[in-house]
């Protein structure tokens, strides 16, 4: 819902480089849930992406073909910050609930944490709807789509369907690996939606969403550097324990 929000009063540009604080947010989330331990690459990649949204809050978007607000700007940023730590927080304690209390090492848990997730999401997501009265607007709604009523139901399902496919993957990242990279691959998208919207939706990149993608795109590197770095450590790791490994085997092999 927050999402929504900020997608309403937020050009897509400006939406896409704000989702990118996630990542800062969930590296704290994972530093106090998780136990994830801070290097300097990461430390500089949370640095980079809240300046790079921190730089869009402090000007209006004169190529929203909306022009919405100073005050409807200011809401749909902190919408969407608000937004993007939620779903951090939600990675971390889903990394916490494998590591704590599901303790399973199958697809099914995958699955059903998947299940249950949406499961609680669909059941708040109606009750707000039927609260607010907006259920009866659904068939104006559907009636005034610009490209008919079956459009409006492909795009509704293939728009659940794609997300449930997102869902199980983020899931079993957070399951194989840990939160933090299964988010660093969810926005592994992020810098080219802003060119897209500019192609096809004919957003305005200004000078300022320009800087700001840059850091964005720095800070998404700097961390890839890290998980670089530490598969190299893994893989020396490892290396030396069958150099180890064979030496002991060859001074048996001597004795005997």
Not at 21 to 36: D, E, H, I, R, Y
Not at 173 to 191: A, C, D, E, H, T
Request: hydrophobic share 50%.
């Amino acid at each position: 819902m927050l999402y929504s929000i900020g997608l309403q009063y937020l050009p897509v540009t400006t939406y896409t480089l704000i989702c990118a604080t996630q990542l800062g947010f969930n590296a704290v989330f994972s530093f106090f849930l998780n136990k994830q331990k801070f290097t300097p690459y990461i430390v500089n990649s949370l640095v980079l992406l809240t300046i790079s949204s921190v730089l869009l809050v402090f000007q209006t978007d004169s190529g929203d073909p909306n022009k919405a607000s100073k005050s409807k700007y200011t809401i749909g940023f902190l919408c969407t910050l608000a937004a993007s730590a939620g779903y951090a927080l939600m990675l971390s304690l889903t990394q916490l609930a494998f590591q704590r209390i599901i303790k399973k090492e199958t697809v099914r848990a995958v699955v059903d944490v998947t299940v249950y997730q949406s499961l609680v999401a669909t059941c708040t997501i109606l009750i707000g709807l039927f609260a607010s009265g907006d259920w009866g607007k659904l068939s104006a709604e559907m009636e005034g789509y610009k490209s008919g009523r079956l459009s409006y139901v492909m795009n509704l399902l293939w728009t659940a369907v794609s997300w449930q496919v997102f869902i199980v993957g983020c899931t079993g990242l957070i399951f194989q690996v840990s939160s933090l990279f299964s988010n660093v691959i969810s926005i592994l998208g992020l810098p080219v939606a802003p060119v897209l919207a500019v192609v096809f939706l004919r957003d305005k990149m200004s000078g300022v969403k320009a800087v700001a993608m840059l850091l964005a795109i720095w800070g998404f590197v700097s961390y890839m550097y890290q998980h670089y770095i530490d598969d190299l450590k893994i893989k020396e790791e490892k290396k030396k324990f069958c150099d180890d490994d064979d030496e002991h085997v060859s001074e048996i092999g001597l004795v005997n």
